[in-house]
Each structure stands twice: as C-alpha cells, then as structure tokens.
C-alpha cells in the first residue's frame, strides 16, 4: 500500500518562497528540486518502492508545493528511506544546493 510523508519545502533552518509572493512557482520549484537533489546526496537514491516528488497541495491563498517521500509501505527499505528523509533532514543548504539555487 501507499503511503507518504510531507518533508517541507527546504530544509528546516532555511528561508522558502512565500504562498503568494511574484514568482512563487518558479522560485518553489527550483526550491523543491534543490532540496531533493541535496536529500539524495545525503541518504543515497531512493530505493525500490520510495521517490521524491514535488507535490501541489490546495491552500486557500492557491496552490504550494512542498517535497514529499512517496512509499510503499509493505516495502521496509523504503520506510525507512521515507522516515530517515523527515527525521534527518538537513538544518540548511549544502554548497551544491546553494550553488544549483544561485543558477
């Protein structure tokens, strides 16, 4: 069965395009693949049964997009790639994000 969790847009410490804001979508995607990029570096690819995804989610100020760890729940690696991605998630940026963000 499948399951996800919610990661957040960047890592925790680290300021995010604002809901609302000039140029929200463009900068919130660039955002959520740089924070995917560097959650791969840190943890590894995703193993069979788990993906990191951009997703849209329904707000009343319209849609924001946020990182998700889709899984597949019978599946124990990915599980735990899932949770290890929420519970471990890096504080800011690594220099390659930083870098990939500056582009």
């Given at each position: 069965m499948r399951d996800y969790v919610c990661i957040g847009e960047v890592p925790a410490e680290e300021d995010?395009?604002?809901?609302g804001t000039d140029g929200y979508h463009e900068r919130a995607k660039k955002e959520c693949r740089a924070?995917?990029?560097?959650?791969?570096?840190?943890?590894?690819?995703?193993?069979?049964?788990?993906?990191?995804?951009?997703?849209?989610?329904?707000?009343?100020?319209?849609?924001?997009?946020?990182?998700?760890?889709?899984y597949d729940e019978d599946d124990e690696a990915a599980t735990e790639y899932a949770y290890k991605c929420?519970?471990?998630?890096?504080?800011?940026?690594?220099?390659?994000?930083?870098?990939?963000?500056?582009?």
């Amino acid at each position: 069965m499948r399951d996800y969790v919610c990661i957040g847009e960047v890592p925790a410490e680290e300021d995010c395009a604002q809901l609302g804001t000039d140029g929200y979508h463009e900068r919130a995607k660039k955002e959520c693949r740089a924070f995917i990029n560097q959650l791969r570096r840190m943890f590894g690819p995703e193993p069979e049964g788990a993906r990191l995804i951009v997703k849209s989610n329904p707000h009343d100020f319209g849609n924001y997009l946020d990182v998700q760890c889709v899984y597949d729940e019978d599946d124990e690696a990915a599980t735990e790639y899932a949770y290890k991605c929420e519970s471990d998630m890096p504080m800011t940026w690594d220099d390659e994000a930083k870098a990939e963000l500056a582009l």
